[in-house]
């Protein structure tokens, strides 16, 4: 029989700093190529984690966009 499973570890953030959202894409962009640059396919990658950070990055590029009109 299988261990009793556990949840994940909750985060909880200390302290936040408001950033812009151009800030924030540029730090989730330059995150994801570097995640993406270590997962490969042979690593077995979920695909999940990559596809949630294209939604992140495509919502603050359209929000940028909105912004700048």
């Known amino acids: ?16 700093v408001p950033i ?12 994801l190529d570097d995640f993406q640059a270590r997962s490969t396919p042979s690593k077995g990658s979920d695909t999940s984690i990559t596809a949630q950070l294209q939604k992140l ?3 603050l590029e359209e929000e940028c966009i909105r912004r700048s009109n």
């Open 1 to 16: 029989m299988d261990d009793i499973a556990h949840p994940p570890v909750r985060l909880q953030a200390a302290s936040s």
């Open 20 to 31: 812009s959202s151009k800030h924030a894409l540029s730090l989730v962009n330059n995150f």
């Open 57 to 59: 990055s495509k919502a």
